[in-house]
């Protein structure tokens, strides 16, 4: 069964960082792509960031660019999504999801995890 966890999320201050991190299992993702979405209250669901698992390539969310950073653990099969410079806007349930190609659209992922709560405080 494919499964997706992610952790890491919390409550920090504006100006703040943290590094949400995704465990993958149930298959090998390195002919795949990661993707981290995130959905704040009564908004749409929102592409942040994704990687190539094989070739490291990385496309990010214009507004997140130079302040997020999104990386690969190929010996543990895990993601991470290091932010910095967080801001109240950023502030919403990020989740990590799997795809069969890079790519920013929500419904070519095939595989959720079930998201965590990332709160900045202004």
């Known amino acids: 069964q494919v499964r997706v966890v992610e952790s890491g999320g919390g409550l920090v201050q504006a100006g703040g960082s943290l590094r949400l991190s995704c465990a993958a299992s149930g298959r090998t993702f390195s002919n795949y792509a990661m993707g981290w979405f995130r959905q704040a209250p009564g908004q749409e669901r929102e592409f942040v960031a994704a990687?190539?698992?094989?070739?490291?390539?990385?496309i990010y969310l214009d507004s997140v660019k130079g302040r997020f950073t999104i990386s690969r653990d190929d010996a543990n099969n895990t993601i991470f999504l290091q932010m910095y410079s967080l801001k109240p806007e950023d502030t919403a349930i990020y989740y990590c999801?799997?795809?069969?190609?890079?790519?920013?659209?929500?419904?070519?992922?095939?595989?959720w995890g079930q998201g965590t709560q990332v709160t900045v405080s202004s």
């Open positions: 990687i190539a698992w094989r070739s490291g390539v990385t």
């Open positions: 999801a799997a795809a069969d190609t890079l790519t920013s659209l929500a419904n070519s992922y095939d595989t």
